[in-house]
C-alpha cells in the first residue's frame, strides 16, 4: 500500500516536471524566434531608411551642386567614396572622415556665397547650401543604423541601392556619369586633401 502510493506520487511528480520542462522550452523557443524577428524588423528598417535618404542625396546632388559651386565630379567622388566607407572595417571612423571632407567643401561654398558680389543670389545660394547639408547629415544617421546590419545583408543593400541608381539614368545621363567617372579619377589625388579653391585652380590648369 505504502509502496503503491509512493510510486503514484513519483510519477505525478515527473510528470510535472517534463511539464514544466516543456513549458520552460516552447518560452525560450518563443523568445528565440521573437529575437530573430525583431532583428530582422530592425535590419529591414535601418537598410529601407538608407536606401530613402541615400537616393534624396543622390537627388539633392544633382540639383544643388551645379548652383551652389561645388564641382559635380567632387560630388561624384563622394557617393562612390560612401559605399567603401560603409564597407571599411572601421565603418564609423571611414565615414566620419568623408563628412569632415563633406563639410569641408560645403562651408567653402558657403563663405564664398557669404562674400559674394552678387548679393541679390547669396539667400537663395545659401538656403540651398543649408538644404544640402540636411541631406547629408540625414544620410550619415543612416549610415550609424547599418551598423547592425550582416556585412553580406550589406553589400546586397548598397549594390542594389547603387544599381538602382545607374539604371534610372537615361542614355545622356550615363554618358555625363561616364565622363564625370573619369574625370573623378584624373582628381582623385588631389580632392582628398585639397580645398575647394584648389580643386577650381587644378581644374582650370587641365582646361587650359
Known amino acids: 500500500m505504502v509502496g503503491a502510493t509512493f510510486g503514484q506520487e513519483y510519477d505525478r511528480l515527473m510528470k510535472d516536471a517534463k511539464r514544466r520542462q516543456d513549458l520552460q522550452k516552447a518560452k525560450d523557443d518563443k523568445a528565440t524566434l521573437s529575437l530573430g524577428q525583431q532583428r530582422t524588423v530592425q535590419f529591414a528598417k535601418a537598410t529601407t531608411n538608407f536606401i530613402e535618404e541615400y537616393t534624396i542625396f543622390s537627388e539633392a546632388v544633382k540639383e544643388f551642386c551645379p548652383h551652389i559651386g561645388i564641382p559635380l565630379q567632387i560630388c561624384t567622388r563622394w557617393q ?88 534610372d539614368e537615361g542614355p545622356a545621363s550615363k554618358t555625363r556619369r561616364k565622363t564625370t567617372a573619369q574625370q573623378g579619377r ?3 589625388h588631389v580632392s582628398h586633401n585639397t580645398t575647394l579653391e584648389d580643386w577650381r585652380l587644378h581644374a582650370s590648369s587641365e582646361n587650359s
Open 80 to 167: 562612390d567614396d560612401l559605399k567603401a566607407a560603409l564597407l571599411d572595417q572601421i565603418p564609423a571612423v571611414a565615414v566620419d572622415r568623408l563628412t569632415m571632407r563633406v563639410l569641408t567643401y560645403l562651408g567653402e561654398a558657403e563663405e564664398m556665397w557669404t562674400s559674394s558680389t552678387e548679393e541679390e543670389l547669396m539667400p537663395q545660394k545659401l538656403a540651398m547650401c543649408q538644404k544640402f547639408r540636411t541631406c547629408w547629415h540625414r544620410l550619415a544617421v543612416t549610415c550609424c543604423q547599418l551598423g547592425i546590419v550582416p556585412s553580406e545583408m550589406l553589400c546586397k543593400v548598397l549594390d542594389e541601392c547603387m544599381g538602382t541608381a545607374s539604371q
Open 186 to 188: 584624373r582628381i582623385s
